[in-house]
């Protein structure tokens, strides 16, 4: 299974090299169609080695018994690792290629490209450039996330301190007003702006209680 994995890697590769150096490098429409023949040529290579995993893998789930809790349990570990291939999962990538695409950060590779090499796939340095790059990226997405988890939690000091200063200048423009009917719209907007006070402190105050972010000072002396 791994040696066919590996394989289906192999050729989603050369397929994303042929669209990148004779696809889209074709000098006239007629090149670019004889392009797609080596594309075709690859597609059949990659289905023949998808059917040799379909099958090893159905092979795999008679020999165990689904009457054993044991087996069962081994099972559905190893059918976890190795999942069925769908023809999402095959779609040529190019970020390995092009490294420097913009809108390819949130991109997130398939399963096929978490299973450990076999010794021909640690030999083939485009696979390594490929993990490299996705590395960076995943990289890159976590500290993203969690700059965000910081820049939240000032974001909900923000808005509670907005309906708070909104309601003290209702108040304020309530005392100084002369007319009731002045008076008595003042305090209903102030009464409107300290409910969504309450409102917003009692629903961050759930999400601040699930999820405690780190403190911008307490990430910065833990790198220093």
Same mark, same amino acid.
């Given at each position: #299974? %791994?040696?066919?994995?590996?394989?289906?890697?192999?050729?989603?590769?050369?397929?994303? +090299?042929?669209?990148?150096? *004779?696809?889209?490098?074709?000098?006239?429409?007629?090149?670019?169609?004889?392009?797609?023949? &080596?594309?075709?040529?690859?597609?059949?290579?990659?289905? /023949?080695?998808?059917k040799?995993?379909?099958?090893?893998?159905?092979?795999? =789930?008679?020999?165990?018994?689904?009457?054993?809790?044991?087996?069962?349990?081994?099972l559905? !570990?190893?059918?976890? /690792?190795?999942?069925?291939? *769908?023809?999402?999962?095959?779609r040529?990538?190019?970020?390995?290629?092009?490294?420097?695409?913009?809108?390819?950060?949130? =991109?997130?590779?398939?399963?096929?490209?978490?299973?450990?090499? %076999? $010794?021909?796939?640690? &030999? !083939?340095?485009? #696979?390594?450039?490929f993990?490299r @790059?996705?590395w960076?990226?995943a990289?890159?997405?976590?500290?993203?996330? !969690?700059?965000?988890?910081i $820049? @939240?939690?000032?974001?909900?000091?923000?808005?509670?301190?907005?309906?708070? *200063? /909104?309601?003290?200048?209702?108040?304020? $423009?309530?005392?100084?007003?002369?007319?009731?009917?002045?008076?008595?719209?003042?305090?209903?907007?102030?009464?409107?702006?300290?409910? +969504? *006070?309450?409102?917003?402190? !009692?629903?961050?105050?759930?999400?601040? #209680?699930?999820?405690?972010?780190?403190?911008?000072?307490?990430?910065?002396?833990?790198? $220093?």
């Open positions: #299974m %791994n040696d066919a994995l590996q394989a289906v890697r192999t050729a989603i590769g050369y397929k994303s +090299l042929l669209y990148r150096t *004779k696809v889209r490098a074709a000098p006239s429409y007629k090149s670019r169609l004889r392009s797609y023949d &080596d594309i075709h040529v690859v597609d059949d290579g990659v289905r /023949k080695y998808v040799i995993y379909s099958n090893a893998r159905r092979a795999i =789930q008679h020999l165990y018994d689904i009457n054993d809790t044991n087996d069962c349990r081994a559905e !570990d190893i059918l976890q /690792k190795y999942c069925a291939i *769908k023809p999402e999962d095959l040529a990538n190019t970020a390995v290629l092009e490294v420097f695409t913009p809108g390819l950060c949130g =991109q997130h590779a398939s399963w096929l490209w978490h299973i450990k090499d %076999n $010794l021909a796939g640690r &030999d !083939d340095s485009w #696979m390594t450039n993990r @790059v996705m960076l990226r990289h890159a997405r976590k500290c993203r996330w !969690d700059k965000e988890r $820049l @939240v939690s000032f974001e909900m000091e923000c808005v509670v301190r907005s309906f708070k *200063k /909104k309601e003290t200048e209702w108040r304020d $423009l309530a005392r100084s007003a002369d007319l009731s009917g002045h008076r008595a719209y003042a305090h209903r907007q102030a009464a409107m702006w300290r409910g +969504l *006070k309450e409102y917003a402190e !009692d629903i961050f105050r759930c999400v601040q #209680m699930e999820v405690q972010p780190e403190s911008y000072t307490v990430r910065l002396c833990r790198r $220093l």
